[in-house]
């Protein structure tokens, strides 16, 4: 079992930055990507960007050049940093991780809102 808890929302004016925190604990050892997804109101939950234990990453189109994820593997810890905040980022913002054991497992942290003012 893993379990994720995500911190770091709040409400920005536009243009304005956040930086998104996701801790990890339980059974952690064969975690291997991490990422980072985020759902609007009467929209599909999208991808936002993903990140390897290699220290690999991609991102969505839409936040390209404004958002970085990063991993300390030794705090267990993803991070998510937004600068440049548009409205049409505000949604909840849910960690992702995935486990193998056997076969691959797929969790999810309970989800923080980040609300954009213009």
């Known amino acids: 079992q893993v379990q994720l808890v995500e911190s770091g929302g709040g409400l920005v004016e536009a243009g304005g930055s956040l930086r998104l925190s996701c801790v990890a604990s339980?059974?952690?050892?064969?975690?291997?990507?991490m990422a980072w997804y985020r759902q609007a109101p009467g929209k599909q939950r999208e991808l936002v960007a993903r990140i390897t234990d290699g220290q690999g990453t991609n991102y969505a189109d839409s936040v390209k050049g404004r958002f970085t994820i990063s991993r300390d593997n030794a705090k267990n810890t993803v991070y998510l940093q937004m600068n440049s905040l548009k409205p049409e980022d505000t949604a909840v913002y849910y960690c992702?991780?995935?486990?193998?054991?056997?076969?691959?497992?797929?969790?999810w942290g309970q989800g923080t809102q980040v609300t954009v003012s213009s």
């Open positions: 992702n991780a995935n486990r193998f054991y056997l076969v691959w497992y797929n969790y």
């Open positions: 339980g059974d952690i050892v064969n975690i291997n990507a």
